[in-house]
């Protein structure tokens, strides 16, 4: 493919709970074939799952708490201590008991009783493979200029966001293999955007609609980039972005 100057990574999160919100890093390190540490690490059953720790499988987002659906998750702010493995959530900045909080407060919000779910190893992810999500903010510039209004970048829920790619440049990436500071990932696949990307993640209220916008105007509703970690390694804010050659490889 064409030759493109490397981009830039402007952010780093990792989101510990699925659905709730992200925590900004500066540096990560990455292992291959995994997620980034964390990520996703915890689901909140949204009724009988079937999930099984002792024998853990992909299931779809269907099953738990999910922006797509629930927009008032937004408004929750969840954090994961690596040290203590333990996980807190806040409400308006008060803690609360997780599974107690859901029951008591949302009850007539979810299909039944609330579970917190995690494995060790698992990641609650939209897909089967354990990915890195890219975002490319000349996209969003893209997209914004569609709707006429600013787009808040964390609507997109990405890992890595990205500066100094043109618009869109991340599409044709598909199998290509990128340099991130000290790791190399894959290109798998674009990523189709649900209705998550309508919830503005400050006001936790649905207020556009991006993926229709995308079919209408772009024939599709992807939006962003997943990749497979093959090299491990740190990256962190500040990194270089490099499509890697194949005489290189």
């Known amino acids: 493919m064409t ?26 390190g990455l292992n291959p074939g995994q997620t980034l540490p964390s990520d996703r690490r915890y689901a909140i059953e949204n009724g009988p799952s079937g999930f099984d720790p002792a024998a853990p499988a992909w299931l779809s987002k269907a099953h738990f708490l ?12 969840a954090r994961f201590d690596d040290a203590t493995t333990v996980l807190t959530l806040r409400d ?19 299909k039944g009783p609330p579970k917190v ?24 510039a893209a997209i914004e200029t569609m709707v006429g209004f600013p787009v808040h970048p964390l609507r997109f829920r990405a890992n890595v966001y990205v500066r100094g790619w043109p618009a869109w ?19 798998i696949k674009r990523t189709g955007r649900c209705a998550a990307v309508n919830v503005d993640p400050d006001l936790a209220v649905r207020d556009m609609d991006i993926p229709k916008m995308l079919m209408r105007r772009l024939g599709h509703n992807e939006c962003g980039i997943y990749a497979e970690v093959i090299d491990g390694g740190k990256i962190a804010v500040g990194d270089t972005v490099a499509v890697v050659q194949p005489a290189l490889l």
């Not at 030759?3 to 500066?26: F, H, N």
């Not at 008032?72 to 702010?77: E, K, V």
């Not at 440049?169 to 290109?187: C, D, F, P």
């Open 66 to 77: 999910m922006l797509m659906r629930d927009e008032w998750l937004a408004g929750l702010q």
């Open 117 to 140: 779910l995690t494995c060790p190893g698992h990641s609650f992810s939209d897909v089967a493979p354990k990915v890195v999500s890219i975002i490319n903010l000349a996209s969003l």
């Open 3 to 28: 030759q493109t100057p490397p981009a830039e990574i402007t952010g780093l999160y990792r989101y510990p709970v699925k659905g709730l919100t992200p925590e900004p890093l500066q540096t990560v």
């Open 169 to 187: 440049y991340e599409a044709g990436l598909v199998g290509e293999t990128l340099a991130i500071g000290g790791a190399r990932l894959k290109v």
């Open 92 to 110: 308006n900045g008060a803690v609360a008991a997780i599974e107690r909080y859901f029951a008591g407060r949302h009850a007539t919000r979810i």
